[in-house]
Structures are given as C-alpha cells and as structure tokens.
Nanobody, 114 residues
Framework: QVQFVESGGGLVQPGESLRLSCTGSGSIRSTYFMVWYRQAPGKQREKVASINYVGDVTYYEPFVRGRFTISRDNAKDTLYLQMNSLIPNDTAVYYC???????WGQGTQVTVSS
C-alpha cells in the first residue's frame, strides 16, 4: 500500500524559506510524475508543483512560480519542495502524491505569519 510521509513544515515569517520532504516507501522512485499539493483552511486541495521522473520537466502553478522549486532524488525515494519568499497565502497543509492521487499522507503544516 502506498504511504507518503511529508515533513519539514513549520511556522515562519513572511519572506522566509522552508524545505519540505516527502518519502514514499518505494512509491516515489516508481512514479513518473510526482506532485506537491496543498490545502488551506476552508479551501479545496490544489496542485502546487509537479515533476517528471528525470527531473527535467517541472510545472508550477502561477501562485508559486518563481518562489518554489520542486525536485526529487529517486535513489533516496524522496521528493522535495524548496519554498522561498513565503507569504501568508502559502499557509496550508502540504502533501505529496501521484498525479492521479492515491492514499493521502498526513501532510505537513506550513504557517506563514508575522
């Protein structure tokens, strides 16, 4: 059974950075497209960024483009999200999953507040 485990969230001030990680019990290295999602309070879960297996094709939603960077290390079965210049609207629980999502992990909370 696929099980993703996200980590690296926290409470930061606007303008600061965080790096999220996601491990997948072998599922990340065997999945062509991996995606970071987020869900803010009272809102639907939304895609943030995606990456192909090799890592040479990435896509970012407009609201994070230029600030976030997605990457992966297939040997470590780990997906990353480097988040810079964080703003309060980035506050959400962040999840990783396949492009066609399967079981959701617990996510990691990111709170951006002064």
């Amino acid at each position: 059974q696929v099980q993703f485990v996200e980590s690296g969230g926290g409470l930061v001030q606007p303008g600061e950075s965080l790096r999220l990680s996601c491990t997948g019990s072998g599922s990340i290295r065997s999945t062509y497209f991996m995606v970071w999602y987020r869900q803010a309070p009272g809102k639907q879960r939304e895609k943030v960024a995606s990456i192909n297996y090799v890592g040479d094709v990435t896509y970012y939603e407009p609201f994070v483009r230029g600030r976030f960077t997605i990457s992966r290390d297939n040997a470590k079965d780990t997906l990353y999200l480097q988040m810079n210049s964080l703003i309060p609207n980035d506050t959400a629980v962040y999840y990783c999953n396949k492009d066609s999502p399967v079981n959701w992990g617990q996510g990691t909370q990111v709170t951006v507040s002064s």
